[in-house]
């Protein structure tokens, strides 16, 4: 194990978090180090595994993907990772793990929710993993407890856009890290337990660091609630009082299929799921994981996974359609004046839009009502909430975000009283986290390995370092750093309006 990790603590590292400018590919590391008659014990375990989406933009010729380098930590000799702990099920917390495997890497234990391994699963066979190869699968729920002699975990539900959604109670020795994973505070969730604030209250004189979500740390109050997006769904359908509604939905969004399926069921709308492979591989992932459109429904609606004439004869023309699509087939027989659409994704069915606005079908989008979208990272507020609740106001450590985006909230942060680790942690450093403060004890430039598949199927890894992709390759959309900037100041302007006794 490598030398920096000098003195007895926990110890910890991001790996793919805390990136230049884009954020995708997480990974990071604990380890706990002690003594035992002189001689140095490790204990590590490593925290979601995932790809970084813009791997064109490394300008390798033939990737197809790319991850956080942990080489080091798998070739270790005896103290290789403990395990190997998934929060959830998303591909930029997940998807590494095949690529690792493909590349003849051995992989410590598993340990995840349900779902997360139901995708996980498809992922292996999808990509011809061999078995002898899998590494081992241990369910984890909320509650769960796991202990690797100096390091203790806790399983904490999270409030997240999937099923089995976790964050991480982690303890060694006096030191107690919450690593939040996705999360918003939202407690209006539906089929799934939300963030367990419960639990998070009983260790609120415990916990010293919280490793935190900061995706959405830009937006200030606190993040769209299921209900909201439920109850607007159900609004906006009986207000235009048309027969037939479409309802497009995000793929990998399992909830707002749910969501979109309860608000059919609330205005007696008969279903009819339609959509791509995508759309279809989600859906019967959630049908798997134990919940019944069919039982829900009852008898108030018909539910039907295909879309031909007798389907929709059945229906007498009062349906919704909610699926991943974008196109509007003649057979539901859309007219402008019995069908109204409702675009749950800012720009990924732009090609429906058009359809619409082609047929004169009216529709809203998340440009006219924002919660249409579900949304699963905390906001500020979400942040600020948690610090309340904490007793021992935590030091935050913000993962999942750019570094400027750090930078640039310290002096909101600090009035609103949200303790933020220094220096800001970047990739591949390395932490001790002492009792009061951390400190900073390494720091090497991160690198993340492409993907390139050869034409037999085999894989190889080639390393780069890693550097500003804003602009480039596929992920072009990114958060300006100007305009975050100016949001941060403008929250925090209208808090010191807000605390002064004169306004
Ligand atoms: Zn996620």
């Known amino acids: 194990m490598e030398k920096e990790l000098k003195d007895t603590g926990l110890y910890w590292q991001p790996l793919g978090g805390n990136n230049i400018d884009q954020i ?35 300008g390798v010729k033939n990737s197809s993907a790319a991850v956080p380098d942990i080489r080091r930590l798998l070739e270790a000799g005896k103290d290789i990772p403990k395990a190997l702990f998934l929060t959830h099920s998303h591909p930029d917390h997940l998807n590494g793990i095949v690529h690792y495997l493909k590349n003849g890497y051995k992989l410590p234990p598993l340990y995840a929710g349900k779902y997360t391994f139901m995708i996980l699963y498809d992922l292996l066979v999808e990509y011809h993993v061999p078995r002898s190869l899998w590494p081992k699968f241990n369910i984890i729920t909320d509650g769960s407890k796991i202990s690797f002699s100096a390091l203790e975990i806790e399983v904490i539900s999270s409030s997240h856009t999937c099923f089995d959604s976790f964050g991480l109670i982690i303890r060694s020795g006096k030191i107690c890290v919450y690593h939040t994973g996705d999360m918003k ?13 419960k639990r998070l209250k009983e260790l609120s004189r415990e916990i010293d660091y919280v490793v935190a979500d900061f995706y959405g740390i830009y937006s200030d109050g606190f993040a769209p609630k299921e209900v909201d997006t439920y109850k607007r769904l159900v609004k906006i359908i009986k207000k235009n009082r048309k027969k037939r509604i479409f309802i497009p939905v995000y793929p990998t969004h399992p909830e707002m299929y749910l969501m979109a399926f309860m608000a ?117 507020g979400d942040y600020e909430a948690l610090n309340n609740l904490l007793d021992r106001r935590p030091v935050f450590i913000p993962t999942h975000c750019p570094v400027f985006m750090i930078d640039d909230v310290r002096e909101l942060a600090a009035f609103i009283g949200l303790k933020l680790i220094s220096p800001t942690p970047r990739n591949n450093q390395i932490y001790l986290l002492k009792k009061r403060t951390a400190k900073l004890v390494s720091s090497l430039p991160p690198k993340w390995l492409v993907v390139i598949y050869q034409s037999d199927g085999t894989a190889y890894f080639t390393e780069v370092f890693q550097k500003p992709t804003s602009g480039q390759g596929f992920l072009k959309r990114t958060i300006s750093r100007r305009r975050c900037a100016r949001r941060f100041k403008a929250y925090l302007v209208r808090r010191k309006h807000e605390k002064s006794p004169s306004s």
Request: glycine residues 10%.
């Open 24 to 58: 995708s590919g997480h990974c990071y590391r604990y380890t706990a180090v002690s003594r035992n008659r002189g001689k140095k014990i490790f204990e590590t375990i490593i925290v979601d595994l995932g790809k970084f989406d813009n791997h064109q933009a490394l």
């Open 185 to 197: 505070i939202d407690q209006s969730l539906c089929f799934r337990k939300p963030t367990n604030l």
């Open 264 to 380: 059919a069921l609330k205005c007696q709308k008969n279903v009819i799921f339609y959509g791509n492979t995508d759309f279809f591989t989600y859906l019967k992932m959630i049908v798997e994981y134990g919940l019944s459109f069919e039982g829900m429904a009852g008898k108030r609606i018909k539910v039907f996974y295909s879309h031909n004439k007798e389907d929709i004869a059945e229906t007498e023309g009062n349906f919704a359609v909610i699926g991943t699509y974008n196109d509007i087939p003649p057979v539901f027989g859309a007219t402008h004046k019995n069908s109204f659409g409702i675009i749950t994704a800012a720009t990924f069915f732009n090609p429906l839009k058009g359809q619409m606005n082609l047929h004169n079908i009216k529709f809203v989008t998340v440009g006219d009502f924002p919660e249409l979208q579900g949304y699963g990272h905390g906001f500020l």
